[in-house]
């Protein structure tokens, strides 16, 4: 499974945290959703941390899906 890429996020001055996905607007946190993903995304893979949040990343399980009896 490729990692994901093409992530950026901008913290604005009121608080608000922009995620972008090759510079599209992906998310926007406020409040305390900001704040967790502020000190989450600094502990960990920026990339991954902002796939995860903005739920475009994909669980490695499509292909088995795709094949799967009742799926055909």
């Not at 995620?19 to 409040?31: D, K, P, V, Y």
């Amino acid at each position: 499974m490729p990692r994901p890429h093409g992530f950026r996020y901008e913290q604005r001055g009121d608080g608000t945290v922009v995620i972008t996905h090759h510079q599209r607007a992906a998310s926007t946190l406020r409040g305390s959703r900001a704040e967790k993903f502020l000190a989450e995304v600094m502990s960990g893979d920026e990339q991954l941390v902002m796939a995860r949040w903005t739920g475009a990343y994909k669980f490695g399980n499509e292909r088995m899906a795709r094949n799967h009896p009742r799926n055909r």
